[in-house]
């Protein structure tokens, strides 16, 4: 983290804020984009080389936003009065799209802020005011971008915000602070020259306003774990923080299993009698003696031995090697690094499964995964935390800067209608009890148990009520 925001919020009063935490998130970051230091090597010529990698950082990421949400998911609010201006929010935030981006975010990093800005608003007797040309927008940031300030109850009520910008052709640091007071929140912006840290004036953005609302304009996202690092300034901790080695296993095994068909070739084995030697100049000035070969491809086919001369007892010049692949031996290794990062990182140790076109039933596959519907449980709980807070901060600017007839004092709802996190045996029998306690029609219950659609479930019952009928006749006998 630069210095010139620690001391500009020391200035705000907030000084115990421990900066060596942003290097973890850094770490994080850099098996998320799959480019690590662990990851190079350099062969016995000195050449560097870079290992095969499967990348199971962000895929764990991918998986999570997959599990917890679906763009099926659907947001709305217990107020009538609330319903279309919730249904504008979610078009003008882009929501479905931005909502895995924002778990992807809070996985790797550990928390995912949003926030609710205004363009082209302005202040008149120290209110915020709308005209013809304000808009709204969401803003998106990782955990690298965001510093809590002060946190009630378990809550981080007061929060800053900061990111790169240029103003004036200067490079500059843009920190957005957000702080509740006894009058509501206070929003306050302020750019930073990166080199120095003295203050840049900036006439297109407000310097501060007051919200008149205890409801913050800002939303964060973390992983349902405890972060066990120390001055962590309250942030989250990253879905596999405790899991890199197991994401090195992956790579590692991976790297073991792709060389072995890179060097699994057939190699021939020469007497070094038959090599020719060049004499290549090194950047030091050095000569570095190497044998001469047709190209990279043709090298890995040979081998020398010897010290050059022929003796008495060397029979051949030249035998062939064709190496057995450990084709079996690599795909278990492979296999068990990943089902431990699937078990570390909170997936299940069944997450990752090559079965070769096997097909596993629902029922055995929600048996398999009960430990990760529990941890997705957690996670959508905070999800929906989430969600709710983005929606309540656009219908608290819709009141109050926009004037529309809503109000941010509702239940957000985000409905699973995939049920995926639901236990599916236990739906059944949760039917089978409301059908014979007469609560849910047999239509209802075809439905749920079934997931038919009405018209098919209608289409069913009355197969089965001719079957049955049909049955029922007695057939007269000679």
């Known amino acids: 983290m630069n210095s010139y925001i620690l001391q500009y919020l020391g200035k705000l009063g907030y000084k115990n804020i421990s900066s060596s935490y942003y290097n973890y998130i850094k770490l994080w970051e850099d098996w998320y984009k799959n480019d690590v230091v662990f990851h190079k090597y350099t062969d016995s010529y000195g050449q560097e080389r870079k290992m095969f990698t499967l990348g199971m950082a962000k895929r764990v990421c991918e998986?999570?936003?997959?599990?917890?949400?679906?763009?099926?998911?659907?947001?709305?609010?217990?107020?009538?009065?609330?319903?279309?201006?919730?249904e504008t929010l979610i078009k003008d935030f882009n929501?479905?799209?931005?909502?895995?981006?924002?778990?992807?975010k809070a996985s790797w990093s550990g928390t995912c802020g949003a926030i609710i800005r205004l363009k082209n608003a302005k202040v008149i007797d120290n209110v915020l005011t709308a005209d013809a040309n304000t808009t709204k927008e969401l803003i998106k940031v990782n955990a690298r971008q965001i510093v809590p300030l002060r946190k009630e109850h378990g809550k981080i009520v007061d929060v800053a915000f900061f990111s790169k910008t240029m103003v004036k052709e200067t490079n500059t640091i843009y920190v957005e602070v957000h702080q509740l007071t006894s009058k509501g929140y206070k929003i306050s912006n302020v750019y930073l020259n990166e080199n120095d840290g003295a203050e840049i004036t900036n006439d297109n953005v407000i310097k501060s306003y007051e919200t008149k609302s205890n409801m913050p304009l800002f939303s964060l996202l973390m992983p349902p774990k405890d972060n066990p690092i120390e001055d962590n300034n309250s942030l989250g901790y990253s879905v596999y923080g405790d899991a890199i080695d197991q994401v090195k296993g992956c790579d590692m095994t991976y790297h073991n299993f792709m060389q072995d068909f890179v060097l699994g070739g057939k190699k021939l084995i020469y007497n070094k009698k038959l090599i020719k030697y060049i004499s290549v100049l090194q950047t030091d000035g050095t000569y570095l003696e190497m044998p001469a070969y047709p190209d990279d491809i043709a090298k890995q086919q040979f081998m020398e031995v010897g010290d050059g001369t022929l003796g008495e007892n060397d029979k051949e010049l030249l035998h062939e090697y064709n190496p057995a692949l450990r084709v079996e031996d690599n795909k278990n290794?492979?296999?068990?690094?990943?089902?431990?990062?699937?078990?570390?990182?909170?997936?299940?140790?069944?997450?990752?499964?090559?079965?070769?076109?096997?097909?596993?039933?629902?029922?055995?596959?929600?048996?398999?995964q009960q430990d990760l519907i529990q941890n997705a449980k957690k996670y959508r709980d905070n999800l929906s935390q989430f969600i709710s807070g983005i929606i309540k901060a656009g219908l608290l600017i819709g009141r109050l800067i926009f004037k529309q007839n809503v109000t941010e004092d509702c239940n957000v709802i985000i409905d699973n209608v995939d049920g995926f996190m639901q236990d599916e045996e236990a739906i059944k029998q949760s039917a089978r009890e409301d059908l014979a306690l007469g609560v849910i029609s047999k239509i209802e219950y075809r439905m749920t148990v079934y997931h038919e659609t009405e018209e098919v479930a209608k289409q069913m019952l009355a197969k089965l009520d001719a079957e049955n009928t049909i049955k029922s006749i007695d057939v007269p006998t000679k």
């Open 63 to 86: 998986d999570w936003a997959s599990v917890i949400y679906s763009d099926r998911d659907e947001i709305t609010t217990d107020k009538k009065n609330n319903k279309k201006y919730v």
């Open 95 to 104: 929501l479905v799209e931005e909502i895995p981006r924002c778990i992807e």
């Open 333 to 368: 290794g492979v296999q068990f690094s990943l089902d431990l990062l699937s078990f570390k990182a909170g997936l299940g140790i069944k997450k990752y499964q090559f079965n070769g076109g096997t097909i596993v039933t629902a029922t055995q596959y929600v048996g398999d």
